[in-house]
């Protein structure tokens, strides 16, 4: 009886003790980290298995983005990023493979190098421009340049993307550069891609696609705007909405799918190779597991082959950056830009330098009073929209008080009393003496005036 008493007491602490842990792994799992300045949105890269929410739109120009490999949960809450500039790859590396399923080490460059186990939505990227030139294996893409085991739902994108390389296999996506076992959900892209491969000998597996380059992603419900160009010396694997869909990882027998989205553009591409593929279609350029639903999908889409292939191919040939601005002022509904048009050719233009939503906000609530360490919050409606915006006030200066001035009073100095000298009375001996002398003086002088009267009268006698 008593084993079984204790038995149960066991028990029931062991389930007390897990509930207690549940809740509490509960609520720190459920609070999101809120992201209101360019700063917050750093710090992200210090914590990357969290969850974020951006409470801002945000704008990062003149600051070089590193791309950060995540783990966690990005909730755009329908805000934007505006000009991100990516130039290099994340730290991670990871295991890709082509159509005949040879491996490549490959890095990968993004807003996020690496997605894993993670999920982007609600977010906007405006003006995004990733440049990356590298020589080894690299995939590029907006939102990730490699994602596994990841959804992204409800985006939208708005950029270019390049990739100058010298390697055996790279490629560009609009959204996501290479993945698998995830999808891309009610989410636009309108890119431009560029896509150069700089090593004319040796042959390349080259991807290119408005959603995504190569692997195995479920779509549904997007809509993909491509301007593509696409220069290589090895085997082109392009598509308006993915360039190879491959089953990725290896291993995994699922049927994928790709429904309800609409794909509109051009690829313009050439591949400089005798043994030539060439593959480039609206939707799959080329594909490699045909388990997969296809359904409610569209396009308007041209498949632009070029057989020069001595200079590489640009939306842009124009030299000497004789471009006229017209600036585009933003509202309160819009984001503002800047028009750059070609003077040389009057042709070609594009939207750049865009500006935050100008909102017309009333009196500010505070929300957290600033300090001398810590910035403070405040919150503000806009008058005409009604979107809330959080501006953050700065750091509290400390005043230093100096001590005040001890003035003493003046002091007015009295006039100096000089005491009063009475005269001396002299002694009746001090008289004697003086009168003495002075009558000895005259008697000298009488008789030196004597002598010099007789010799006179002697020297007259002569």
């Known amino acids: 009886m008593k084993k079984n008493f204790k038995l149960l007491l066991t028990t029931m602490a062991f389930f007390v003790l897990a509930f207690m842990s549940f809740r509490i ?60 500039s990516v130039k290099s790859t994340s730290t991670e590396i990871r295991t890709t493979y082509d159509g005949n399923y040879k491996t490549y080490d490959t890095c990968f460059a993004g807003l996020f190098g690496v997605l894993e186990n993670a999920t982007i939505k609600n977010l906007t990227l405006k003006g995004i421009n990733v440049t990356v030139n590298k020589e080894e294996p690299c995939f590029i893409g907006s939102i990730a340049g490699f994602s596994e085991k990841s959804s992204i739902e409800n985006c939208s994108i708005d950029g270019t993307l390049r990739l100058d390389v010298s390697a055996k296999m790279f490629g560009v996506g609009g959204i996501v550069g290479y993945g698998g076992d995830g999808s891309i959900t009610s989410t636009n892209a309108d890119v431009t891609l560029i896509c150069i491969d700089h090593d004319k000998e040796n042959r390349d597996e080259q991807f290119m696609g408005g959603g995504y380059s190569a692997g195995y992603l479920d779509v549904d419900k997007c809509f993909i705007k491509i301007d593509g160009y696409d220069s290589d010396h090895g085997y082109v694997h392009d598509g308006g909405l993915v360039g190879m869909y491959i089953l990725y990882p290896l291993g995994n027998n699922y049927a994928g799918y790709i429904n309800n989205t609409r794909v509109e553009g051009m690829i313009t591409f050439f591949e400089d190779n005798t043994d ?21 999908n569209s396009s308007d889409f041209t498949r632009n082959e070029i057989k020069d292939y001595s200079k ?25 830009y800047t028009v750059y048009k070609c003077n040389d050719c009057n042709e070609y233009s594009y939207k750049a330098d865009y500006t935050l939503k100008n909102h017309k906000l009333g009196e500010l609530s505070v929300i957290e009073e600033a300090t001398t360490e810590k910035e403070g919050l405040s919150k503000g409606v806009c008058s ?76 007259k006698k002569r």
């Open 25 to 84: 792994s509960a609520k720190a799992d459920g609070e999101a980290i809120n992201i209101y300045t360019v700063d917050d949105l750093l710090a992200v890269s210090e914590n990357t298995n969290a969850d974020y929410i951006l409470m801002n739109d945000i704008d990062m120009a003149g600051i070089e983005w590193t791309p950060i490999d995540f783990t966690g949960n990005f909730d755009g809450n329908n805000h934007a990023i505006l000009n991100l």
């Open 276 to 296: 030539r593929r060439a593959y480039c279609k609206d939707f799959i350029g080329e594909v490699m597991n045909w388990t997969y639903e296809y359904v409610g």
């Open 312 to 336: 590489d191919l640009l939306p842009h040939y124009c030299e000497g950056g004789n471009f006229s601005k017209e600036v585009i002022e933003s509202t309160c509904d819009e984001f503002g």
């Open 384 to 459: 005409d929209c009604g979107a809330e915006v959080y501006v953050i006030t700065p750091v509290v200066e400390e005043i230093i008080e100096e001590p005040e001035e001890i003035v003493e009073p003046d002091i007015v100095s009295e006039p100096e009393t000089v005491p009063e000298t009475k005269p001396v009375k002299e002694e009746e001996g001090d008289t004697l003496l003086k009168v003495f002398l002075i009558g000895g003086l005259v008697i000298c002088i009488g008789l030196v005036a004597a002598i010099a009267v007789v010799l006179f009268r002697g020297r």
